[in-house]
């Protein structure tokens, strides 16, 4: 099992980027997709979770009403729309794949994880 992340890049305060995530190897119907994201010097983090029928969606509240987390279970893809993008959001983004119906926000809980694409937002 592979996840692909990809999308990350260079953009200035208050702009957009929306990472994606391709996963080959299995369906990624019954997991819950996840992204976290780690800054140098810094542990790693939570961003978003979503369960696999789209229905418990949740978000840290450092991006809350900024980011999207979304997922197409049939391209097995999930996306992470980022709006309004502060240079704080700089990281290499994550995504992530737990098994079980309940997002969690622990990186512990997540078994499958991708490669990371790098986010630079600059003042």
């Known amino acids: 099992v592979q996840l692909q992340a990809s999308g990350g890049g260079l953009v200035q305060s208050g702009g957009s980027l929306k990472l994606s995530c391709v996963v080959s190897g299995r369906t990624i119907r019954y997991l819950v997709m996840g992204w976290f994201r780690q800054a140098p010097g810094k542990e790693r983090e939570f961003v978003a979770a979503r369960a696999w029928n789209s229905g418990n969606t949740f978000y840290s509240d450092s991006v809350k009403g900024r980011f999207t987390i979304s997922r197409d279970n049939a391209e097995n893809t999930v996306y992470l729309q980022m709006d309004s993008l502060k240079p704080e959001d700089s990281a290499v983004y994550y995504c992530?794949?737990?098994?079980?119906?309940?997002?969690?926000?622990?990186?512990?809980?997540?078994?499958?994880w991708g490669q990371g694409t790098l986010v630079t937002v600059s003042s």
């Open positions: 992530a794949a737990q098994s079980g119906p309940h997002p969690s926000s622990q990186a512990r809980h997540y078994n499958l």
